[in-house]
Nanobody, 119 residues
């Protein structure tokens, strides 16, 4: 059974940094587009950053220049380095793996990790 397990969340002061990790099992992330999404209380889930199987990256405007997504296909790990954190970055962060193969969509989500930015 495919699993995505996030870790690295926690409480951090404004201006601080955190690195989130997503560990995948039972899939080869090398052929998946991987992404980090977040959902704050009372808000819809939004895409924060993504990286395609080809290595291209994309970021939400709100995190450009502060967050960096990276992947280690051999270790089946995806990271989100978050710097200069702001209170508005507070949310549950979810890892996502997605691909279309043979006309079929494969789309997996982790359980999420809480990030709280507060003094």
């Amino acid at each position: 059974q495919v699993q995505l397990v996030e870790s690295g969340g926690g409480l951090v002061q404004p201006g601080g940094s955190l690195r989130l990790s997503c560990a995948a099992s039972e899939i080869s992330i090398a052929i998946y587009d991987m992404g980090w999404h977040r959902q704050a209380p009372g808000k819809e889930r939004e895409l924060v950053a993504s990286t395609t199987s080809g290595g291209s990256t994309n970021y939400a405007d709100s995190v450009k220049g502060r967050f960096t997504i990276s992947r280690d296909n051999a270790k089946k790990l995806v990271y989100l380095q978050m710097n200069s954190l702001k209170p508005e970055d507070t949310a549950v962060y979810y890892c996502n793996a997605k691909r279309i193969g043979s006309g079929r969509l494969s789309n997996y989500w982790g359980q999420g990790t809480q990030v709280t930015v507060s003094s």
